[in-house]
């Protein structure tokens, strides 16, 4: 919470907040024991407290600086914990127990994901986020309210953890790591007080309805005043703690967004539920007017069952992403071997370290990221590439944590744990998709808040006519209005369609790292390949050497890997076999040209024509050629080595994929490749693109994608490695290869992760799809708000059968866009 939005709180409210604080302890609002003299000056004024612990915490928010909180606070503060011990929290420096909840990041600042228990209100936030702010170590809090989840990124060397924890609790708010136990656990709670709340409403409806039939009865055939009175406080009664309880999240939720100087769908159904409650206690306290406590029940319960419902799907979708806990076993088989013998013992994951051998029998989870040392066997990785069949596994390959043995017992040695695994870097990338907001639903967003103004104004003129009309019906058809046209279908049309869609896309083996995905796939006119590990397996072997200078084959080839040495360009691994031999200092890479580097005192040059042979034209044949030279070190005159015939194979159902995006989508494929022009055209040939182009630099892909962007063409880039960063990131939606370098992968806006490019036609297929869904709820939820409204403010719909065709209209909505994934 800004101080900009601090200062604009509502004085009344401060002024209600802070009376209730002075009747009782300052800090909780608890009754202050007698005899106690718990106190402390603060502004000027001598304040009670109940306790120690509550003076303490209060003593704590002055002394930083912040003690403006006490003054915009809208809810009181739970009562301080007896004594706060930073010891408690020192067990969470350890590295085995922060690794389920801190993250490394690349500049060495540590980020660490918090629970905080204690937050009642968005002055909460605010003092959060500044107290942290206070400490040197921290560069960075971000607070969510509504999840009461916290970000604190800090530097390790300028301070610990538990510090920073310990410093929470002081203030009152206890942290805890925010692993997938205790988010599993906010949501079964968030669900057990949703059902709660919906529970009371329940009740209170249908005890409110039996007292209603005698009212409305009584009306008909005639009542005494007495038992008229008396069903009426029955009836306020039952529905009061319906409307404190069960509506308080309508409430809270219109209090937030008015302070901030927002709209919102629960400002108007507050003030519907707040207005018909008051209207109905004045007539009952009063006398006169009609009461409708069953209305306010009934409709209450409906807004509650339809919030419920969505909460449900909300939670059934983030289950489906599939969470680390769920998917990894909670103990695994370490292997030792030494000159006594094999030790094996039943260990706990988190007690694995890298360098570990441990045993994955057949139907076992693979617990980490590894490789096989002993044995043959399947793994299923659907959880990762979406592709169900077994892949095989044997020496020297690699495996994935959350991926499935089926066969045979593997010997498997650990590489990587925890955070540092495939499977975890596939779930941070999800989360930054879901967290991010597309232009669509920003756009739902605005229009549901100008939509709440636009209602607001529309009521007060419906309220204005029928005051002159018919002065008894106009209060109640102005509930009506409030309620029937609440925006809740229109903004969940669009974030439900696309979460759904994101989690489907992933199954199928494309991981969506950036949420505009889904929309830009829609509207995409061009795509373009790379060829070298997109169009290609990316598993080159050298089928031919020319020798033209001093050196042998072998020689040769092995000058070529030495200079390859580290490379994780697709080419690099063609020489893997040769190397050992010889070692090279100084290596340089050349971004789509080829590699440099020194070999006993000598300058060597691996790469294109124009780098390594001073344009020479390469030998006659087919496949991709790559020059070896070497500098003279007097004259500088560079003499060529060798010729080195490249050759790779085309992937399986490339072809296929191609002609499903120019046949059956209408696209135009364009590939654009940094090889050599014979080898682009070979490649091209194969899989039947016509234009294709070779020899490009990466400012060449670039510069074509930016002149197809000019003309009016929406670009989809397929790339593999390095030299394509620069295109992934200027085209409007790119896909990067699973095998993809790590830094390709962080700058495209999707992963392919099976490789497999006939899921590139589908998904454009399915994201028209998702659009059309999109489309079908924004005009059920456009249509339902246009017929609903004029209904309401002629008064032909009641406040029950309101509440009950708002919360129908949310459930088509979210039921239309699970419907998607199911297709």
């Known amino acids: 919470m800004t101080v900009a939005l601090k200062k604009n709180l509502s004085d009344d409210l401060t002024s209600v907040t802070a009376g209730q604080a002075a009747q009782g302890c300052y800090h909780c609002?608890?009754?202050?024991?007698?005899?106690?003299?718990?106190?402390?000056?603060?502004?000027?004024?001598?304040?009670?407290?109940?306790?120690?612990?509550?003076?303490?915490?209060?003593?704590?928010?002055?002394?930083?600086?912040?003690?403006?909180?006490y003054q915009f606070r809208t809810e009181l503060n739970s009562?301080?914990?007896?004594?706060?011990?930073?010891?408690?929290?020192?067990?969470?420096?350890?590295?085995?127990?922060?690794?389920?909840?801190?993250?490394?990041?690349?500049?060495?600042?540590?980020?660490?994901?918090?629970?905080?228990?204690?937050?009642?209100?968005?002055?909460?936030?605010?003092?959060?986020?500044?107290?942290?702010?206070?400490?040197?170590?921290?560069?960075?809090?971000?607070?969510?309210?509504?999840?009461?989840?916290?970000?604190?990124?800090?530097?390790?060397?300028?301070?610990?953890?538990?510090?920073?924890?310990?410093a929470l609790a002081a203030i009152g708010y206890r942290p805890m790591p925010a692993t997938d136990d205790r988010l599993q656990d906010l949501q079964r709670r968030e669900s057990r007080q949703a059902l709660l709340r919906l529970g009371v409403a329940g009740i209170g409806m249908m005890q409110v309805g039996m007292v209603a039939i005698g009212l409305y009865a009584g009306g008909l055939q005639g009542i005494g005043e007495t038992w008229e009175h008396l069903l009426r406080w029955v009836s306020m009664l039952?529905?009061?703690?319906?409307?404190?309880?069960?509506?308080?999240?309508?409430?809270?939720?219109?209090?937030?967004?008015?302070?901030?100087?927002?709209?919102?769908?629960?400002?108007?159904?507050?003030?519907?539920?707040?207005?018909?409650?008051?209207?109905?206690?004045?007539?009952?306290?009063?006398?006169?007017?009609?009461?409708?406590?069953?209305?306010?029940?009934?409709?209450?319960?409906?807004?509650?069952?339809?919030?419920?419902?969505?909460?449900?799907?909300?939670?059934?979708?983030?289950?489906?992403?599939?969470?680390?806990?769920?998917?990894?076993?909670?103990?695994?088989?370490?292997?030792?071997?030494?000159?006594?013998?094999?030790?094996?013992?039943?260990?706990?994951?988190?007690?694995?370290?890298?360098?570990?051998?441990?045993?994955v029998r057949a139907g076992e989870t693979f617990a980490c990221d590894g490789e096989v040392l002993e044995g043959r066997s399947g793994a299923v990785e659907a959880m990762l590439t979406g592709e169900?069949?077994?892949?095989?596994?044997?020496?020297?390959?690699?495996?994935?944590?959350?991926?499935?043995?089926?066969?045979?017992?593997?010997?498997?040695?650990?590489?990587?744990?925890?955070?540092?695994?495939?499977?975890?870097?596939?779930?941070?990338?999800?989360e930054q998709a879901q967290q991010e907001k597309p232009s669509q639903v920003a756009l739902a967003d605005r229009v549901a808040g100008y939509f709440v103004g636009v209602v607001l104004i529309v009521t007060g003129l419906v309220g204005w006519f029928w005051y002159h009309q018919a002065p008894e019906q106009a209060f109640w058809i102005c509930l009506s209005v409030l309620v029937v046209t609440c925006p809740c279908a229109l903004s969940l049309a669009t974030p439900t369609a696309l979460t759904t869609a994101i989690d489907t896309l992933r199954r199928r083996g494309l991981l969506v790292t950036r949420a505009h995905v889904v929309e830009g796939l829609e509207k995409v006119t061009c795509v373009?390949?790379?060829?070298?590990?997109?169009?290609?397996?990316?598993?080159?072997?050298?089928?031919?050497?020319?020798?033209?200078?001093?050196?042998?084959?072998?020689r040769c080839l092995a000058v070529a890997a030495a200079l390859e040495t580290g490379s994780n360009h697709p080419l690099a691994r063609a020489f893997a076999d040769y190397s050992g031999t010889v070692f090279a200092e100084g290596i340089e890479t050349v971004t789509g040209s080829g590699v440099s580097g020194r070999i006993d005192g000598r300058d060597y040059r691996?790469?294109?024509?124009?780098?390594?042979?001073?344009?020479?034209?390469?030998?006659?044949?087919?496949?991709?050629?790559?020059?070896?030279?070497?500098?003279?070190?007097?004259?500088?005159?560079?003499?060529?080595?060798?010729?080195?015939?490249?050759?790779?194979?085309?992937?399986?159902?490339?072809?296929?994929?191609?002609?499903a995006l120019r046949e059956e989508l209408q696209l135009e494929v364009v590939l654009l490749s940094g090889d050599s022009s014979s080898a682009t055209a070979e490649v091209a040939a194969a899989v039947g693109i016509a234009n294709y182009r070779g020899g490009a630099t990466p400012q060449d892909k670039l510069d074509y994608i930016q002149a197809r962007q000019r003309y009016g063409d929406v670009v989809m880039m397929v790339g593999d490695g390095i030299n394509d960063i620069p295109v992934l990131s200027g085209a409007d939606v790119s896909v990067a290869m699973g095998s993809a370098s790590d830094l390709a992968q962080t700058r495209a806006d999707s992963i392919l992760l099976n490789g497999q490019l006939e899921q590139l036609p589908a998904a454009l297929v399915f994201a028209r799809r998702a659009r059309r869904t999109i489309r079908q709820n924004l005009g059920w939820a456009a249509g339902y708000n246009g017929l609903a409204l004029p209904l309401a403010a002629m008064g032909w719909v009641p406040p029950y059968a309101a509440a009950l065709g708002m919360s129908a209209s949310s459930l088509v909505v979210v039921l239309n866009a699970l419907r998607l994934g199911r297709r």
């Open 29 to 69: 609002g608890l009754p202050v024991p007698a005899g106690c003299d718990f106190q402390l000056e603060i502004d000027g004024d001598r304040q009670p407290f109940c306790c120690p612990a509550c003076r303490a915490v209060a003593g704590a928010i002055i002394a930083g600086g912040l003690g403006n909180f």
């Open 79 to 166: 009562r301080a914990e007896a004594e706060v011990d930073a010891e408690d929290y020192r067990i969470y420096d350890t590295p085995e127990l922060q690794q389920s909840f801190v993250q490394q990041l690349d500049d060495g600042t540590r980020r660490a994901q918090l629970l905080i228990e204690g937050i009642t209100c968005a002055a909460c936030v605010w003092l959060i986020e500044h107290y942290l702010d206070g400490y040197g170590a921290v560069t960075g809090v971000k607070v969510n309210a509504h999840t009461h989840r916290c970000v604190v990124d800090w530097q390790p060397e300028a301070g610990r953890l538990s510090d920073l924890m310990a």
């Open 238 to 359: 039952i529905a009061t703690p319906v409307v404190f309880y069960s509506a308080r999240p309508f409430f809270s939720g219109a209090l937030r967004v008015l302070r901030a100087r927002h709209l919102s769908m629960d400002v108007p159904v507050a003030m519907a539920i707040g207005g018909a409650y008051a209207a109905s206690c004045w007539a009952t306290l009063f006398g006169g007017g009609e009461v409708y406590f069953d209305s306010v029940s009934m409709f209450t319960f409906f807004l509650l069952l339809g919030r419920y419902l969505e909460m449900r799907a909300r939670h059934r979708n983030a289950a489906a992403s599939g969470r680390l806990a769920h998917l990894l076993p909670l103990s695994v088989r370490r292997v030792r071997r030494s000159e006594a013998g094999e030790e094996i013992a039943d260990v706990a994951v988190k007690q694995l370290q890298v360098g570990d051998c441990i045993r």
């Open 388 to 430: 169900a069949e077994p892949v095989l596994k044997q020496p020297g390959d690699r495996v994935s944590a959350g991926t499935l043995n089926t066969d045979g017992s593997l010997l498997v040695e650990v590489k990587a744990l925890g955070q540092h695994t495939q499977l975890s870097a596939i779930e941070q990338l999800v």
């Open 528 to 554: 373009v390949f790379d060829k070298t590990g997109t169009l290609t397996q990316g598993e080159p072997r050298v089928e031919d050497v020319v020798v033209t200078g001093e050196l042998s084959r072998q």
């Open 606 to 659: 691996l790469g294109t024509a124009d780098f390594a042979a001073a344009g020479a034209p390469p030998p006659a044949g087919a496949g991709q050629w790559l020059a070896l030279s070497v500098t003279d070190a007097t004259s500088g005159r560079v003499q060529l080595l060798a010729w080195f015939s490249l050759r790779d194979q085309v992937r399986e159902r490339a072809a296929a994929a191609v002609a």
